[in-house]
């Protein structure tokens, strides 16, 4: 499958733990995107990277959040000493460039649902 | 911050009926993302839309961009149990060079056998 990946699928862990997803983009996609998504919300903009370069991140992302993409392929997105209302599905997309065929589809993986206990 | 308001919220349809869902934007579109998502799932690209008037088709499902690029609908033809799920709508926001997008809250879609 050449989709995006995302693991782990489901995170269960206790207030003050630290925990780190990953995501694999679709390989030849420069650009990646994390979200964040809470029940019967659309998903909401953490940060971007194009290669390895973060470029922007919102300010939801708390100085807890840290992401890094070392080589400019996979992602990892770390949450310090999580709290209560981290719970939500973070979700990973990735795109190509802009090109001369314009804008280009950010592709989905199926997320990380974390839950905090 | 532009703002994507989506209607209906929930629908709730017969098998083979017709169907639109609205978005509505706060600002002019530069482009604009339909996406299907299932409950506990990612979001599956189904349509970006750019120029305004345009409208895209994929088997039974069109949208359209309006003329002055603040609206779109997208509409379901026939309905089938397969096309339940929650429908985003996603604007391309344009910050520094590359773009991102915001989403609407979605519209849930339950087809009744």
């Given amino acids: 499958d050449t989709g995006v990946s995302q693991n782990p699928r489901h995170k269960i862990t206790k207030r003050g733990q630290n925990v780190t997803f990953r995501c694999d983009p679709i390989s030849e996609h420069n650009r990646l995107y994390w979200y964040r998504q809470t029940l019967g919300q659309g998903p909401e903009f953490l ?68 839950s905090i206990l | 911050s532009q703002e994507l308001e989506q209607s209906p919220q929930s629908l709730i349809v017969q098998e083979g009926k017709n169907l639109t869902i609205n978005c509505t934007s706060s600002k002019t579109l530069y482009g604009l993302y339909w996406y299907k998502q299932k409950y506990g799932e990612g979001l599956i690209f189904l349509m970006m839309l750019q120029k305004g008037g345009e409208e895209k088709s994929h088997e039974k499902i069109t949208a359209k961009l309006d003329e002055k690029k603040q609206q779109s609908s997208l509409h379901i033809t026939a309905s089938q149990p397969s096309h339940a799920g929650i429908y985003l709508c996603g604007a391309v926001v344009f910050t520094g060079g590359y773009q991102k997008v915001t989403f609407g809250t979605g519209t849930k879609l339950q087809v009744i056998p």
Avoid: V, W
Wanted: aromatic share 8%; with cysteine.
């Fill in chain 1, 47 to 114: 940060t971007y990277f194009q290669n390895e370069a973060q470029l922007e991140k919102s300010r939801l992302l708390s100085d807890r959040f840290s992401a890094e993409r070392p080589k400019g392929s996979f992602s990892t997105l770390e949450i310090q000493r999580t709290e209560q209302g981290d719970s939500a599905m973070y979700l990973c997309a990735s795109s190509l460039g802009e090109g001369t065929g314009g804008h280009q589809p950010q592709h989905f993986g199926d997320g990380t649902r974390l």
